[in-house]
């Protein structure tokens, strides 16, 4: 790698929202796509976490001369959280050769779209680290996850209930993305296990002009069935809307579990930390608040130099994440990378350390981090371990 430093900004919101009025890359440029639901209240949390954390180690690895004396470039595009949005700025991506890869996707019904279309297969271009567990989704041609899979995170969380003691959960899901896989698996672990379920609770989330109903009807079905806990399968304004609820029910003392999508800060914010505590959230990327891993550590101390102001998150450890593999890619595919070479060179990395975490990709098989932590919102609103 070249020692000439490449001129880099420190990184911001106000950086992130940059990316998306930014002027066209020079030649020089090796571009990397994002498409993510920046601008969503329900996803933003994640979304900017994710660029913020790509653009952190692009600015890292800029700063130490580029890859083969060229600048890394970050592009974000927010998709507001609309399927189809997401498909058409892929299209534009593809579109463009200069794109080299694209990574740190957010917006599960977009991604979906993505994967059903095959676009990644169809263009030859890789999809790396995208904000998606579900494994008939990432599983798609040229895809290159990260996260652990939404699997591991639901059975953990049911073994979790069981060992401590939990006599009837209720189980609510809903009914897109990943939901009817997922309430599939738990119907099958919470029956293998002998877990007793009072209640299923299906949440119509195509139906969103019906929104503020269909929520009431979901939490006076979990007061009725009166669990001690609650699995949650559901994300963005739903789960945030149904704690909010629970929380002031009958039902107010249930143990909650919660999926990794969902981001606990915005759990503080939308009951606050005295009702926030005490919830459960299964974690498909290492504890980013411990420097117990190099991985951890290394992200750690460049958050600190490129981003002071902004705090550790599970969404910018994962974006930081998906830069270092995209450059090791770019750096395998040799001293004019191309989107092919980068494929190439990703589908021939075999296992690759991290930093004491571990990814595997080959055309046999892509795995990713492959472990479930799970973490509890504790004493001003930090998660605990």
Do not use: C
């Not at 680290?129 to 990260?146: E, H, K, R, T």
């Not at 029910?249 to 939308?270: C, F, H, R, T, W």
């Amino acid at each position: 790698m070249s020692t000439n430093p490449i001129r880099v900004l420190p990184v911001t919101i106000a950086v992130i929202w940059s990316f998306l009025a930014a002027p066209s890359a020079s030649a020089q440029d090796l571009v990397v796509g994002q498409v993510a639901a920046l601008t969503n209240p329900g996803t933003t949390a994640n979304a900017k976490g994710l660029a913020m954390g790509l653009q952190i180690y692009f600015n890292y690895v800029n700063e130490h001369g580029g890859v083969g004396g060229r600048p890394v470039r970050l592009v974000s595009k927010d998709d507001g959280l609309t399927p189809g949005k997401m498909v058409e700025i892929t299209r534009e991506y593809v579109a463009d050769r200069k794109v080299l890869a694209l990574a740190g996707y957010v917006n599960t019904g977009g991604i979906t779209e993505v994967s059903k279309a095959n676009l990644p297969g169809q263009a030859g271009i890789a999809l790396i680290a995208p904000l998606q567990g579900d494994q008939s989704i990432v599983g798609a041609d040229n895809f290159f996850p990260f996260r652990s899979g939404y699997p591991d995170e639901v059975a953990a969380l049911i073994k979790e209930a069981v060992s401590t003691q939990k006599k009837k959960v209720a189980v609510v899901y809903w009914n897109i993305t990943f939901g009817p896989a997922m309430v599939k698996l738990a119907q099958e672990m919470t029956k293998q296990v002998g877990l007793g379920v009072a209640a299923w609770v299906p949440i119509d989330a195509t139906a969103q002009d019906k929104f503020e109903p269909i929520m009431k009807e979901a939490v006076a079905a979990v007061v009725k069935a009166s669990p001690d806990a609650v699995i949650m399968l559901i994300s963005g304004r739903y789960s945030l809307e149904f704690i909010k609820q629970i929380k002031n029910s009958e039902a107010v003392n249930a143990q909650l579990y919660a999926m990794s999508i969902v981001p606990p800060g915005d759990v503080v914010k939308a009951v606050g930390e005295a009702k926030a505590r005490g919830i459960v959230i299964a974690q498909s990327v290492p504890y980013p608040f411990s420097p117990t891993l190099p991985l951890v550590s290394e992200y750690q101390k460049l958050m600190k130099q490129y981003a002071p102001n902004e705090a550790l998150s599970y969404s910018t450890l994962e974006g930081f994440v998906a830069g270092k593999i995209t450059v090791e890619a770019l750096k395998r595919a040799g001293r004019n990378p191309t989107r092919e070479k980068v494929l190439k060179a990703l589908y021939s990395m075999g296992e690759f350390d991290l930093g004491g975490v571990y990814v595997n990709y080959s055309r046999k098989a892509r795995r990713g981090w492959g472990t479930v932590d799970l973490t509890v919102i504790g004493p001003n609103g930090k998660l605990l371990r």
